[in-house]
T-cell receptor, first 114, second 112 residues
């Protein structure tokens, strides 16, 4: 299995809703990432988990809450989002400790906040 | 502060010819570089990478060139095929930093 699977593919939520994005990989990668991509912009790093521990938080607002229940799963819990949070949310994984192997990205969740 | 820049938002090339995509970076701590390809509604797909100890890496139709003194890298695709039409992102990172910085992307269109 050489894929990163993200669910759901599309999500529309209101500003008072609570929702979660899910990401799963079975490649034995011990580093997992959340990126956010706005239209016509590059992906921007949000969080990095290494060996199931949060190692990087790029000053992301607390309305985004990541969770890594085990080495194969990564969640992003969403609460009280704003319309400007609408974007493509990408999960990625890699071998821990070095990036020269390249990330494997999922297809993303297209999030719309109304 | 945009540390990785792709100054051409789009590029159009005829099928069979060479496509050259360019990328510039400012952070001298970057020591490895990657190219990703992205189709609409899909995540980026890793294409090819290069470490700063090399100046060229080749994989089939794809070759990446690195000029450290100019802080410039380029991706050559030859011959270009219609299936190469996509957005190409350049990315850079430092060993062990666990963080990639992406350029803005270049939309490549291969015309028949």
């Amino acid at each position: 299995d050489t894929e990163v699977t993200q669910t759901p593919k599309h999500l529309v939520m209101g500003m008072t809703n609570k929702k979660s994005l899910k990401c799963e990989q079975h490649m034995g990668h011990r580093a997992m990432y959340w990126y956010k991509q706005k239209a016509k912009k590059p992906p921007e790093l949000m969080f990095v988990y290494s060996y199931e521990k949060l190692s990087i938080n790029e000053s992301v607002p607390s309305r985004f809450s990541p969770e890594c229940p085990n080495s194969s799963l990564l969640n992003l819990h969403l609460h009280a989002l704003q319309p400007e949070d609408s974007a493509l949310y990408l999960c990625a994984s890699s071998q821990a400790g070095g990036n020269n192997y390249g990330y494997t990205f999922g297809s993303g969740t297209r999030l719309t906040v109304v | 502060d945009q540390q990785v820049k792709q100054n051409s938002p789009s590029l159009s090339v005829q099928e069979g010819r060479i496509s050259i995509l360019n990328c510039d970076y400012t952070n001298s701590m970057f020591d490895y570089f990657l190219w990703y390809k992205k189709y609409p509604a899909e995540g980026p797909t890793f294409l090819i990478s290069i470490s700063s100890i090399k100046d060229k890496n080749e994989d089939g139709r794809f070759t990446v060139f690195l000029n450290k003194s100019a802080k410039h890298l380029s991706l050559h695709i030859v011959p270009s095929q219609p299936g190469d039409s996509a957005v190409y992102f350049c990315a850079a990172g430092a060993q062990g930093a666990q963080k990639l910085v992406f350029g803005q992307g270049t939309r490549l269109t291969i015309n028949p």
